[in-house]
């Protein structure tokens, strides 16, 4: 695969691995977040840690949209489903999401409703022609990079005078999840989580551009490198966040630079920017009420508007007692560090939020890193 | 995250539709949030999108530059 | 002026019309209708010795040596994809359960439960594309049962398919016979069935030309256990692909498994699909694929003999048994690292993220 390939390249791994041995220096540590679930993929799944010193550490973010939507909305889209005439569709992700109860949205399609796995927003679209006489609700999650699509099947819908369409729209924007981190009491003043740099997202920044980091480099003084998801993207990504520590810099530079501007998708920004505005808050699962952190659909849309078509209110879900993920996330504590990890809380019974797509992080450790928990025990 | 990958467009469709091709793969996306897209240019896909484009230079440039890290690295080891 | 001629009286009226009939639920109901299917379709087109007793049961006549048997239900959408159909794999996917005991499999029942409304052709190209493979395999359809369902009970066809076959002496292939040190091999390329199912599914959209893998392994096998009679384990790595089948065999085994990445054969196309998915190929369904274990010193001639055989061209040593109390499968990525091959906690579906 041209441009996949090339940067999964074990033989250059090796050498980018040497180099970042010799100026990582050894008398101090190196506490990187990767922010996105899509870095905490690749570094499980090729392994990047065995090839990274001992001294960078890695602690992984909370870029991945399926675990931190909270259970209570998730819960609204069950209940959407379990309405009469209605078809509920979604993305692959969010189907085995256990909401309250252990509900999950295959598991009320095992109880009857009608839930469809979509690939893509213009597919949920494409079933409200389909199906005239049923209310189709697509059940819209993720990032900056996930938003464009929705906004332009909502334009589409516009344009098509659909009458059986609308979009739960559940958006949620990465600079304000980064300023939240770096923001939090433990990060920020006890300096219990020496945070000293981040990855910065590869496919949210192909929209948004390596602008709204800059912010963080002046403000805070963390440098954020926009890094590619391939492992090689990350190695190198990881050796200039070294760099600029040597250096005592902290700029926004961009690895991902095959893909990314300084302002992104100027085009795809207009489109979002046409039918979404900013909710004042948003609740975060792991991370608590958010201000200023997602996206809701503009009032000249209302009509597409799941929420206020089905007339649907947000409660609270309670999160089980024992669950680490608000400090999981934040770096504060490791997967392993929490009581549940492992025993109750897995892939298959997931209990906080990041076990619940294999992005999260300790979803990610479990599948893919157990073993080391295993010879360090042994 | 956000699942995306770089592929060549194959074929250009009516109404801002695409056929891309990965490999002996290939699939149908909307071009809705991209201009001036042509035959060969390689775009970034995330949900049957094409959600920008990929600069086949400055790829080039991060492999010459990745290349040039892990050498200097195994002469610096070697000597 | 010629004599006139003797006409029987037809049986069953009118025949079965296979271009545009379609099954009804008189046709699983015990009477004449449901003769005239098995006359006409299951009986002509599986033909063989057993069926045309018109019994309830075959009655058989084994070699000397220990039987082996297996079970397995059907149930595919779409029914037809590039490379098979349901019939085939019903065949196929038996065949390879009993082959991989070392057994040379015999004899198949089959049983039929049809959703009524459910068109005759495809009814008919399911049954003869079943037969075909039998025959293909040398192995008799022996006994089969049809029943047919309302509408809206079934999804158009399932069928079952029950086998037996005989394991030659002296030869005990068993997946708890794993030890460390064993090589384990794979007969050629991962994910190819699972792709080409998912090709057909319009939903995921893409096009690919990878057709399924779906064949009988049991001539392979036969080649196999006469080079290396010391084979420890073979299993077919079906749903859940090679991962679930290599921790079943860590954990049968009491043992792990370190794999590596670079050593597994995969087609671009299977790899394509994947990513474009989110999916990871060792996960995907085969349905013409072995996993065998063996002890190392006849690791390369093993390879060498499956690869003299069409279906085991692209065979590869995909990694090695190790000690390991936790069974853990872990692999070494081609990128330098190493990861788990976990246990799949569902089937995987396309992410987006």
Redesign the interface.
Known sequence: ????D??????????????MT?EAKPDRKYNLMEF??????AI????????LPDNVNMIHGP????CVLPIGRLDMALCLADRDGVTLCT???M??VPGSEGRSLLKAKAEGADI????????ALKLAHQLPDRQVVFFAI??E??T??TA?AIQSAQAQGLENFTVFCNHVLTPSAIANILESPDVRELGTVPIDGFLG????S??IGSQPYEFFAREYHKPVIISG?E???VM?SI?MLIRQLNSGRAEVEN?Y????SRH??I??KR?VADVFELRRQFEWRGLGVVPYSALRIKDRFLKFNAEARFNLNYTPAKEHNGCQCGAILRGVLQPIDCKLFATTC???TPMGSCMV?S?GACAAH??????QD?AETA | MCLAIPARVSQMLDDDRAIIEIDGVQKEISLALVDDVAIGDFVIVHVGYALGRLDPAEAEKTLELLNAISQTSSETVAS | MSAPQVRTKREFGRPLNFKRGVIELSHGSGGRAMTQLIDELFAKSLANPWLEQGNDQACLELPAGRVAMTTDSYVISPLFFPGGDIGSLAVHGTINDIAMSGARPLHLSAGFIIEAGFPLSDLKQIVESMAHAARAAEVAVVTGDTKVVERGKADGVFINTTGIGVIPEGLHLSGDLAQPGDCILINGTIGDHGVAVMSERTELDFEVSVVSDSAALHDLVRVMVATAPQIRCLRDPTRGGVATTLNELARQSNVGMVIQEAAIPIRPEVSAVCELLGLDPLYVANEGKLIAVCPPQHAQSLVDAMKDHPLGRKSAVIGEVAADPHHFVRMQTAFGGSRVVDWLSSEQLPRIC
Do not use: W
């Open positions: 695969m041209k441009y996949i090339e940067f999964r390249d074990g033989v250059t791994a090796c050498g980018v691995a040497k180099q010799l996105c679930g899509g870095h905490t993929h499980y799944r090729y392994g990047v840690r065995d090839l870029g991945c949209p399926v993305y692959g992700d189907l085995r469809r796995m979509v690939y893509s927003a213009a597919d993720g990032f990079t996930t464009p699509p332009v997202p590869a496919h949210v192909v929209v998801f492992p090689l993207d190198q050796l690895q630079i095959r893909a990314v992104g998708n085009k795809a489109i897995t892939p298959e797509s992005e479990y599948i893919y890193g157990r073993y295993e």
